[in-house]
Structures are given as structure tokens and as C-alpha cells.
């Protein structure tokens, strides 16, 4: 039996925002949600390589770059960067309005435009 989807953010990020979002548009309510403490630092390789490999926090085995959002999938697989996430949670749980058909090149085309002029142009630098 799979497990629950599983997001580790920040209320303070956009990007935590983008899945929290396409999670609220696709009707999910069967998910846990871990606010990440950025303050504390556990989320970071500079706190945690003070300690043992083996006593480092998960977060950094979920994500090595040490950055929030995570995702990790019903069945244990962890996926980071907040667009991708997206992608998967409207894939996944069929949230058709997020996405173009995947059989309209033209429709294709231009969602990857629009993502990439929002991330070059109007994403919010952490």
C-alpha cells in the first residue's frame, strides 16, 4: 500500500507556494504538509556536515542541495525544485487545467514558453 503525498516547505517561500497551489487546484486534501524551519538551518549542508553522515537531517538525503520545497511521492521517491513538482502532482492526480494536451505541439510549445519567461523574468530570487 502507497503512502501520502508528503510536502516539506516554508510559508514564507514562493516556491513552497507553486505546490500548495497545484495541490489546492487539483482538489487534494489527502497530504501531509512539513513546515521546514529555515531559521534553524537543518535544511542546509553547513549546519549538518557538523555532525555524522549518519546523523545528518533527512531533508539534506531528500534534497542535497539543501533548499525547500520537497516533495516525496506516495511511494518514497523524493523530487525537489517546485515547477517539476508542479508538473507531477498535475500529471499524476490528472489536474488538467495545469497542463497543455500532451498532443498539441503547439500547446506544448508555448506552456514551456510561458514557464521559461516566468522563471527568466518573474520568479522571485530567494
Known amino acids: 500500500m502507497a503512502g501520502k503525498l508528503k510536502i516539506y516547505g516554508n ?7 507553486i505546490v500548495l497551489l497545484t495541490v489546492a487546484e487539483g482538489g487534494l486534501k489527502d497530504y501531509d504538509y512539513v513546515n521546514v524551519d529555515f531559521r534553524k538551518g537543518a535544511h542546509k549542508w553547513k549546519t549538518a556536515t557538523k555532525v555524522p553522515l549518519a546523523q545528518h537531517p533527512s531533508f539534506l538525503l531528500m534534497n542535497p542541495m539543501g533548499k525547500f520545497p520537497v516533495l516525496t511521492t506516495p511511494e518514497g521517491d523524493h523530487l525537489y525544485e517546485s515547477r517539476p513538482m508542479a508538473k507531477y502532482i498535475a500529471t499524476r492526480y490528472n489536474v488538467t487545467d495545469l497542463l497543455p494536451d500532451t498532443k498539441d505541439a503547439l500547446a506544448l510549445a508555448r506552456f ?12 522571485a530570487r530567494a
Open 112 to 123: 514551456e514558453q510561458a514557464v521559461c519567461l516566468e522563471m527568466c523574468y518573474f520568479n
Open 11 to 17: 510559508m514564507a517561500s514562493p516556491y513552497s507556494d
